[in-house]
């Protein structure tokens, strides 16, 4: 079992940023790809960002390419959100996810555990 914790939301204003923050325990870290989700009010669930194992490749939405980076620190059990110019579309509850069999690391039927989420919210 793979226990998840998000930190680092909040309010900020358009063009602002923030860093997601994401603790994971229960299993050897680095055997684990992570994935970021996130989840408006009254809309479905969608793919942020996702990095594997040792880090060296990573996926992003189309909508958050280029603002948002994604990374992780296999020592710390970490896996971060680096989240720039930010703008309304962006609020949401971001989730952290672990995936242990790989596949397709945009879907999120392919996550074991998931994390109960941080609350992002910008402001226009």
């Known amino acids: 079992q793979v226990q998840l914790v998000e930190s680092g939301g909040g309010l900020v204003q358009a063009g602002g940023s923030l860093r997601l923050s994401c603790a994971a325990s229960?299993?050897?870290?680095?055997?684990?790809?992570m994935g970021w989700f996130r989840q408006a009010p009254g809309k479905a669930r969608e793919f942020v960002a996702a990095i594997r194992r040792l880090g060296a490749t990573t996926f992003y939405a189309d909508s958050v390419k280029g603002r948002f980076t994604v990374s992780r620190d296999n020592a710390q059990n970490m896996v971060y959100l680096q989240m720039n110019s930010l703008q309304f579309e962006d609020t949401a509850i971001y989730h952290c996810?672990?995936?242990?069999?790989?596949?397709?690391?945009?879907?999120?039927?392919?996550?074991?555990?998931w994390g109960q989420g941080t609350q992002v919210t910008v402001s226009s």
């Open positions: 229960g299993r050897t870290f680095s055997t684990l790809n």
């Open positions: 996810a672990s995936n242990l069999r790989g596949g397709i690391l945009t879907m999120s039927s392919v996550y074991d555990y």
